[in-house]
């Protein structure tokens, strides 16, 4: 009787070893995953149980698979520049993820040669400006000489302050070479001046300033590569957009001249004594005549000339330098239906330039045009025309007579 009553215990407890054995291979679950964002699958993305180490990433198809999950178990799904998700599995076997940008951190979309990367994808040194910080909101009479301090390792010098001679030289990263150092300036692909564009117009400017440009464009490309893209119309939308702005300019740090010629003689002979030369270059009765003749400088001598032309005391930077104002006006009309776009802008530019007779007026106008022919081809064109009017006027020598 006592081996049949163990003999029964034996068989109860074997009975609730299988079947809890059974109850647990039965809640552990294989859960394959496929994740995604509105682009397509996702490759690369953290998928794990929370709480432990039992995880994976997904393959280029954005299919990750998890085995020894229990129904209470949640999946985590995580990857750079999205919003991370937790999943509860349930009694599911299969979990279809999509996965939202981080508005917040990498949404920007960097041109990066012939097409468009996130930032979060970026491996060379790629960077950007606003647009709408650095140049919608200044007075501007061409792009490059407003690069200047907008970037680190971008550098652009202006030289000259002269309307129409004005732009300045651009460097990525210093100078490279001992010949030509200007980065290569592609406008929508195709190389050209950045001056030519006008400022409006401009939807975004990369730098690429590493090596890996190279890649892409060749040795052209050794001094970096600055991206310029134009706007284009959006979908289903029309609109008519003005922008203008007056800036008042005039002559700053000008240097103090002794612009009264006697006391400029006065100075002369002190200078020479103090040298050591006793006899003076002009003589006393010169300068009190000069002296004497500026107090009407109205009145005609004896030859019918006018004291302030026959002695004269100009100030020849309040004769040459004059304030002026620069004018911009910008007009754009866009008109976007559901496969045509086009862009029509134009633009205009008065620098009057602080001397008479240098100014320039530049005259811009762009149309930007798509039209999706089929789902998988659109065709479209970029066209612009840009004219400046120069004043004949030549400041290049003025001021070594100043």
């Given at each position: 009787?006592?081996?049949?009553?163990?003999?029964?215990?034996?068989?109860?407890?074997?009975?609730f070893?299988?079947?809890?054995?059974?109850?647990?291979?039965?809640s552990?679950?294989?859960?394959?995953?496929v994740?995604?964002?509105?682009?397509?699958?996702?490759?690369?993305?953290?998928?794990?149980?929370?709480?432990?180490t039992?995880?994976?990433?997904?393959?280029?198809?954005?299919?990750?698979?998890?085995?020894?999950?229990?129904?209470?178990?949640?999946?985590?799904?995580?990857?750079?520049?999205?919003?991370?998700?937790?999943?509860?599995?349930?009694?599911?076997?299969a979990?279809?993820?999509?996965?939202?940008q981080?508005?917040?951190?990498?949404?920007?979309?960097?041109?990066?040669?012939?097409?468009?990367?996130?930032?979060?994808?970026?491996?060379?040194?790629?960077?950007?400006?606003d647009?709408?910080?650095?140049?919608?909101?200044?007075?501007?009479?061409?792009?490059?000489?407003?690069?200047?301090?907008?970037n680190?390792?971008?550098?652009?010098?202006?030289?000259?302050?002269?309307?129409?001679?004005?732009?300045?030289?651009?460097?990525?990263?210093?100078?490279?070479?001992?010949?030509?150092?200007?980065?290569?300036?592609?406008?929508?692909?195709?190389?050209?001046?950045i001056?030519?564009?006008?400022?409006?117009?401009?939807?975004?400017?990369?730098?690429?300033?590493?090596?890996?440009?190279?890649?892409?464009?060749?040795?052209?490309?050794?001094?970096?590569?600055?991206?310029?893209?134009?706007?284009?119309?959006?979908?289903?939308?029309?609109?008519?957009?003005y922008?203008?702005?007056?800036?008042?300019?005039?002559?700053?740090?000008?240097?103090?001249?002794?612009?009264?010629?006697?006391?400029?003689?006065?100075?002369?002979?002190?200078?020479?004594?103090?040298?050591?030369?006793?006899?003076?270059?002009?003589?006393?009765?010169?300068?009190?005549?000069?002296?004497?003749?500026?107090?009407?400088?109205?009145?005609?001598?004896?030859?019918?000339?006018?004291?302030?032309?026959?002695?004269?005391?100009?100030?020849?930077?309040?004769?040459?330098?004059?304030?002026?104002?620069?004018?911009?006006?910008?007009?754009?009309?866009?008109?976007?239906?559901?496969?045509?776009r086009?862009?029509?802008?134009?633009?205009?530019?008065?620098?009057?330039?602080?001397?008479e007779?240098?100014?320039?007026?530049?005259?811009?106008?762009?149309?930007?045009?798509?039209?999706?022919?089929?789902?998988?081809?659109?065709?479209?064109?970029?066209?612009?025309?840009?004219?400046?009017?120069?004043?004949?006027?030549?400041?290049?020598?003025?001021?070594?007579?100043?």
């Amino acid at each position: 009787m006592k081996n049949d009553l163990s003999h029964m215990v034996l068989t109860v407890l074997l009975s609730f070893f299988f079947m809890g054995t059974v109850a647990a291979q039965e809640s552990k679950l294989s859960v394959k995953c496929v994740v995604e964002d509105k682009s397509g699958p996702l490759a690369g993305v953290n998928v794990y149980v929370k709480g432990t180490t039992n995880g994976t990433i997904t393959d280029s198809k954005g299919v990750a698979s998890l085995n020894q999950v229990k129904a209470e178990d949640t999946i985590v799904f995580s990857f750079v520049g999205y919003i991370q998700q937790e999943v509860v599995v349930g009694n599911r076997t299969a979990l279809e993820i999509t996965l939202q940008q981080d508005d917040l951190t990498l949404e920007d979309v960097v041109v990066v040669g012939y097409g468009t990367q996130k930032k979060v994808n970026l491996t060379g040194a790629v960077s950007q400006i606003d647009i709408n910080e650095s140049f919608l909101s200044k007075p501007l009479t061409n792009v490059s000489s407003a690069l200047a301090g907008l970037n680190a390792g971008v550098q652009a010098n202006q030289t000259s302050g002269q309307p129409g001679s004005d732009n300045a030289s651009i460097y990525i990263r210093g100078i490279g070479t001992l010949n030509n150092n200007a980065p290569l300036i592609l406008i929508d692909g195709i190389e050209g001046p950045i001056d030519a564009i006008n400022p409006a117009d401009i939807e975004s400017i990369s730098f690429l300033k590493d090596a890996a440009a190279s890649a892409i464009y060749g040795v052209r490309a050794g001094n970096g590569v600055v991206l310029v893209t134009t706007k284009q119309a959006e979908r289903n939308k029309v609109s008519v957009t003005y922008n203008g702005s007056i800036a008042l300019t005039q002559p700053v740090n000008l240097i103090d001249l002794v612009s009264n010629y006697a006391d400029y003689m006065e100075f002369f002979n002190e200078a020479q004594a103090n040298s050591g030369i006793l006899v003076p270059q002009y003589n006393q009765e010169t300068i009190d005549l000069w002296r004497e003749k500026s107090k009407s400088p109205n009145e005609v001598n004896e030859l019918g000339v006018p004291n302030y032309v026959a002695y004269p005391n100009t100030d020849w930077q309040k004769v040459l330098f004059q304030n002026s104002y620069i004018q911009s006006h910008n007009i754009s009309m866009t008109a976007g239906g559901d496969k045509t776009r086009m862009l029509l802008s134009a633009n205009y530019v008065d620098n009057p330039g602080l001397v008479e007779n240098t100014g320039v007026k530049r005259y811009n106008i762009r149309a930007n045009a798509e039209a999706d022919v089929t789902k998988w081809l659109t065709l479209g064109t970029k066209t612009y025309a840009s004219q400046d009017d120069y004043e004949m006027g030549n400041f290049s020598s003025a001021n070594s007579y100043l």
